[in-house]
């Protein structure tokens, strides 16, 4: 076989391994599986007030013992983790609030906190008490059997929760890496502009980016996908035609960087004189960031322009 017909396989074997093997999971799977350490801790913990499984907390038909077991829990000491998608400790009294959000099937950020305003309670400590006994009390009847309380189960819900969770964080790795490396950039060229260190809002849409210059401000969402084709897809590709579609509109010039591994978009009809497409999967920071490291320069035109200097063209 020609030397350059086994190069091409072996590449396109290595694309296809990246494809196929879902490395999301693969990671979420781990993190769960370190977390069960935690759930294993909670039922210690339930053993010592006496109720020899979750779901007889669970059907704990007394608010007076019930609520009371729940503020002890969420003000023990433990030195057992729990760890978010990214496999990174929670706080303590964090921790134990969204772990009980999650054994009563509730999203803790999400939903919870913003009841946490509303319900009885002088302190936020005995306001997420007693949101956590409600909701106990509401789950009680739609999961009656046992083994919806047990590992295998929960581990299911967990990893539902951490994926949310990843995905926020992700997104805010490869934003913090964009930055970085475009700050990195801008003084080695010694240009006089400033990057922003927040995300910037223009109607009800977001940009990760600001680079303002004296002739200009430039805009640059981060875009990222795991997954290819159906109804998320075309929403990813439309999310992009409507920041571009903003920026300029309002005078902005606009770069989208989109990492993605498997996305057909048509980049080619964005409505922007310039792109970064890096076709890696996301989850792989290390590589994503080595990639950026040097197509970042084909933003030079573009920050020369914005600084008030000429835009010469790179060789």
């Avoid at 995300?199 to 996908?225: A, F, N």
């Avoid at 990813?236 to 300029?248: E, G, N, P, W």
């Amino acid at each position: 076989m020609p030397r350059a017909l086994k190069d091409k396989r072996a590449t396109t074997s290595r694309s296809m391994d990246l494809i196929l093997h879902n490395l999301r999971l693969a990671e979420l799977v781990a993190v769960v599986q370190e977390n069960r350490h935690f759930y294993e801790d909670f039922v210690r913990f339930l053993h010592e007030q006496a109720y020899p499984s979750v779901l007889s907390f669970v059907r704990e038909p007394s608010d007076a013992r019930a609520a009371p077991t729940i503020e002890d829990y969420l003000n023990r000491h433990t030195d057992v983790k729990l760890y978010d998608g990214l496999l990174r400790p929670y706080p303590n009294s964090k921790a134990k609030w969204f772990f009980l959000a999650w054994l009563f099937r509730d999203a803790a950020t999400q939903r919870l906190e913003p009841l946490l305003r509303s319900v009885p309670g002088a302190t936020l400590s005995e306001r997420r008490v007693y949101l956590l006994n409600e909701i106990r009390k509401f789950v009680e009847p739609l999961f009656p059997e046992d083994t919806s309380w047990e590992w295998p189960a929960f581990s299911e819900v967990m990893l539902a929760r951490l994926e949310g969770s990843r995905r926020a964080l992700k997104g805010g790795l490869l934003e913090a890496a964009v930055r970085r490396n475009l700050g990195l950039l801008i003084s080695a060229e010694n240009l006089p502009l400033k990057v922003t260190a927040r995300q910037v809002k223009l109607g009800d849409e977001t940009y990760d980016i600001q680079v303002v210059g004296e002739s200009g401000t430039l805009l640059i969402p981060v875009k990222t996908r795991e997954t290819m084709g159906g109804g998320h897809a075309l929403l990813f590709t439309r999310d992009i035609y409507k920041s571009i579609l903003m920026a300029t509109q309002d005078g902005y010039r606009c770069v989208p960087i989109v990492i993605a591994e498997s996305w057909a978009g048509n980049l080619t009809d964005l409505e922007a004189d310039l792109y970064l497409y890096i076709q890696v999967n996301p989850n792989q920071l290390s590589t994503v960031e080595a990639i950026l490291a040097e197509r970042l320069r084909e933003l030079l035109p573009v920050l020369r322009e914005i600084s008030g200097q000429r835009a010469n063209k790179e060789g």
